[in-house]
């Protein structure tokens, strides 16, 4: 990856993977708006802050689960949780290791592809 100046505005595809080498993977929308992040998925939705500068970024959101479903497991249990995380970018995309602060939860990793500008 290439790095930018600084982490660019934008609307982003997220992979999330599981960090123990698990096969659980799932995927989401992000807007990373001037500091902030907003986003979700069929079951979950993210709202936190992020830095970055010179190719490296950190940050922090919290998922809350806005749909219940009984044809998919709930991640964290359908708990609320707290989520950090520290990676990599360039202009199109991004990597991070993230953990929660969910009790025994592995952690794991995000992928995020630029989408379009925001």
Do not use: C
Not at 9 to 28: I, K, M, P, T
Not at 50 to 65: H, S, V
Not at 67 to 84: K, M, Q, W
């Amino acid at each position: 990856m290439g790095a930018a100046d600084r982490m660019n505005n934008g609307l982003f595809f997220v992979r999330v993977q599981a960090g123990d080498g698990g096969r659980a993977e799932s995927g989401g929308i992000v807007v990373l708006r001037d500091g902030k992040i907003l986003g979700g998925d069929p079951f979950h939705y993210y709202v936190g802050t992020f830095t970055g500068a010179d190719g490296r970024w950190k940050g922090e959101f919290t998922i809350r689960q806005h749909t219940r479903s009984d044809l998919a497991v709930p991640i964290f249990g359908g708990h609320e949780v707290i989520v950090t995380f520290a990676g990599s970018y360039d202009d199109e995309a991004a990597e991070v290791e993230a953990t929660s602060s969910a009790g025994g939860a592995p952690g794991f990793r995000l992928s995020l592809r630029r989408i379009a500008d925001a």
